[in-house]
């Protein structure tokens, strides 16, 4: 027997689609569950359990927190798997950014300090700018170099 009018009822009244209603197999309700015509008797059906609602399915994560736990790893970062060119994965402007921070900070440090003076700051600040250095450390190597850093050596 097909049941589409209760499979439609109890889907309405139960707040999930027709693939979810699930209506008892059970030979000795197969009459009631066809006679069920109206809202109140399909009501009744679910009070009974004879119709009832299957569970979700949900797509399982398992797969995604396997792979999160390689790439932490340091898995799954090859050639094959790569979309952008380096740059659009880690951009140079960011490390630029970061590095011209940092020395521009410490410069700034070491005036405050009186370790340096406002004319070598402002001739440093402009090799900085320029790209003259790499590091903090090789900053402070050309400052000593040129034997322009006064006070104990940090």
């Not at 299957?54 to 927190?65: F, K, L, Q, T, Y």
């Not at 140079?92 to 005036?111: D, S, V, Y």
């Not at 320029?130 to 050596?153: D, P, T, Y």
Request: with cysteine.
């Amino acid at each position: 027997m097909r049941f589409d009018h209760q499979r439609r009822l109890a889907a309405s009244l139960l707040g999930c689609g027709v693939n979810r209603v699930h209506i008892s197999t059970d030979p000795a309700e197969q009459e009631n569950i066809f006679d069920a015509i109206t809202r109140e008797q399909v009501r009744d059906l679910i009070r009974r359990n004879v119709i009832s609602m299957r569970p979700e399915h949900g797509v399982s994560r398992a797969r995604a927190r396997a792979r999160a736990v390689k790439r932490k790893q340091g898995r799954r970062r090859g050639q094959g798997t790569r979309k952008g060119s380096s740059n659009a994965r880690t951009p140079e402007k960011g490390a630029w950014m970061a590095n011209i921070r940092r020395l521009r900070a410490h410069l700034r440090e070491l005036k405050v300090q009186g370790r340096i003076d406002v004319r070598t700051y402002r001739r440093f600040y402009r090799q900085a700018k320029g790209g003259m250095f790499k590091s903090r450390a090789h900053l402070n190597q050309q400052l000593e170099m040129a034997g322009l850093l006064k006070g104990a050596a940090k």
